[in-house]
């Protein structure tokens, strides 16, 4: 045995690679004899060529049916692990981020409750969903610890609801919580406007409600029991004035409905919507509003009701204040009301304790950030933690077998999202930015989501880049985009969020993690590698290329950033390259800490970083940068032309389409910018490198990368900068500024400052001018919007993009800690 793991030791990555699939062959050899049984059978009942072209089907639905098959090994989280016995603390959550306010467990088919509004004036929506064509002012968390309270402001035209949260542990359940939600008039003219707010609470396919009415229309409270909660009471209280004092005239509805799942709840609620209503206060103007009425069903709609609705709808004049309160029937003993002044008193406490741990954790005040700046850095962690998910449902999976796309088995997963309005869903390499961020706040949390993403693996090794889990999260995405290619990677920067975790993180949680890490590196090196050893290829990129400017290849993640013009095997990809370095340096890290042969990982890890290797085969010296290779032609553009008229029809509408001016050849790539930095920023250029220089000089020179916002992703002197890459399709990654690679550049600036060689003084300069450049920006951007975006302007500044986007973009929160 030592024998043998002295000689795995030695192996160099391609060795790695043979014993990887021998491993798979030996995996299948059970099958295989089965298969050659079944051979000989079907050789002496249907002939040779009949048993072989029957076998050859069989092979390839055995193959397909990887795709959706889980991977073998023990999961990397325990059985119950996100339980309320495991984990009582993160049982309940804000774990619905598309909504504007709402909580659910982590569990697979959790009760709901959440918050819906309506401004009782002409032309108001109602408000339920997180939707950028809401035209909100702002909205987001200001304060949120990701475990036990929060607290948001929204700002919707004339009116400011703040929602504030606050847990209490007990019981068997996850224990209590209260909800606060407070109604101020905002701006001139709305003083005495007049609000409805729509509390309620859904089950979803499992579960009882039971409505407890009062004067026929007020739902004071809702009894129910459910697989995870046991028996639980949620009762909606009276509205007090805002400082709490005072019962507020109101007028109420209740709704009692079923819906065919939670994304048609606002369906249901507003095709309940009647205007015959008349608010009535025994002092004050009468005043016609619009309220829920009987529920007689979606119209056109034949789908099966799976989710029982209890909504409890309060209408008042402004200000006002509401509260909501959740008792586990578990909890046996109960302290005072969570109500009034005591939810006051804990709402202070938590806020207080926050405000300690984040100058704890990342020292602003110390650094002499004045308050509106830690405000700011605190609302960014907040938005990212607030924006946390609990998702369950069925992947779709196309294979390059499959004719039709497969469902894969129910998965569950809790993960940030990028985006609350827009992409609120989780997504594979956004998912090692946000746990950056999240490993300095919580480990703990940062270690169990990581843990939750490698569970998604499939028998190959393959992780979907895009989890579109549930009927909630689907509703959200267009459909071109709902199936999910087993041949298509993403950048693997699980392994640069769990490369800070190692040290620190439990052996027997590494040593779950440690078959599936190894399983989703091997997958690269089987099915992303590229044409000449130690060089690597996206696969998956578009695959009508003459319909776009430049090809986009969105499984680096960077989309529309130019590649090859023309797609071929013949590509090498840079970035790639880089990320497999940086993965085989982190998996020999937890292989060492376990124990386990590292001498493979090690080897790959020496060759990838290997400068002079890197060189040959990506150093472009026409370019004087690092660059892609590929087919590729210099001179590409888009052509509108008309459409040829059949006899006797109307000429069609003119189309846009590809024109090649030079043929393309094998050759460097000519686009200088994110890609070509990547030696850099996963630091593998050795401080003395020769080519060190050349890269520090296209960051700097504002002709190139350097704005004063942040490095543009593409060279303003690039030939596809800002061009569009079809009429419909605006630029994306060809000149914006975008904060998760401005955070890795800061990040290789601030290593290359603190190791000697020729250019450490110039990086530290260059790291003090690009941190003050981007935070200062992000901060001006905030202040003035309300949000933090996707991504902002080279030019002016600007935020652009979704919003809010406080997925990477909260990294401005380690950049001013200093943090990387």
Known sequence: MAAERRRRGAEGPREARVRARERGAARGERGGRGALGLAAALALGLGLAAAGALLAQWGRWRAASRAVSPHPAAPALPPGATGPGAAPHRFWGSYRPHVYFGMKTRSPRSVVTGLMWLQQREGAELRHTCEQSDGLRRYGWLLHDGERFGLQDIHDRGLLLRTEFVKRPGGLHGGDWSWRVTARPEGAGSQAALVSLFFYVATDGQGELRPHVEDGARLAAVTGTSEELGDFK?????????????????????????????????????????????????????????????????????????????????????????????????????????????????????????????????GLERKGFPPSQRRFAQAALSNTLGGMGYFHGRSLVRSPLHEQPAPYPDSSLFTAVPSRSFFPRGFLWDEGFHQLLLARWDPELSREVLAHWLDLMNADGWIPREQILGDEARAKVPPEFVVQHSDVANPPTLFLALQPLLASAPLPYLRRLFPRLRAWYEWYNGTQAGPLPHTFRWRGRDADPERFLNPKTLASGLDDYPRASHPSA???????????????????????RLGEPAEPYRSAERALSDNELLERLHWAEELGAFADFGNHSRAVELRREAGRAAPGRPPPAPRVVRVVREAPRLRFVDALGYVSLFPLLLQLLRPDSPRLGAVLDAVRDERRLWTPFGLRSLARDSPLYMRRNTEHDPPYWRGSVWVNINYLALRALHGYADRPGPHRERAERLYGELRHNLIGNLYRQYAESGYLWEHYSDSTGRGQGSHPFTGWSALVVLAMAEDY
Not at 578 to 588: F, G, K, P, Q, T
């Open 234 to 362: 949620i009762t909606f209280h009276r509205p007090t004035a805002d400082d709490g004092e005072g019962v507020k005239y109101s007028s109420y509805r209740y709704l009692d409905a079923w819906s065919p799942g939670l994304h048609r709840l606002t369906d249901v609620v507003r095709s309940s919507l009647s205007d015959r209503f008349v608010f009535a206060p025994p002092e004050g103007p009468r005043q016609r509003f619009v309220a829920v009425d009987a529920f007689r069903g979606l119209p056109g709609t034949a789908e099966a009701p799976r989710s029982h609705l209890l909504l409890h709808q309060v209408t008042l004049r402004l200000p006002a204040r509401v509260e909501v309160t959740f008792e586990s029937g578990s909890v046996r003993e109960r302290r005072a009301a969570l109500l009034g002044p005591v939810l006051t008193a804990e709402l202070a406490r938590h806020q207080a304790a926050f405000e300690r741990r984040f100058e704890e954790t990342f």
């Open 570 to 592: 013949d590509e090498r990809h840079l970035d790639l390259r880089c990320w497999m370095a940086l993965a085989s340096r982190v998996l020999a890290e937890a292989a060492e």
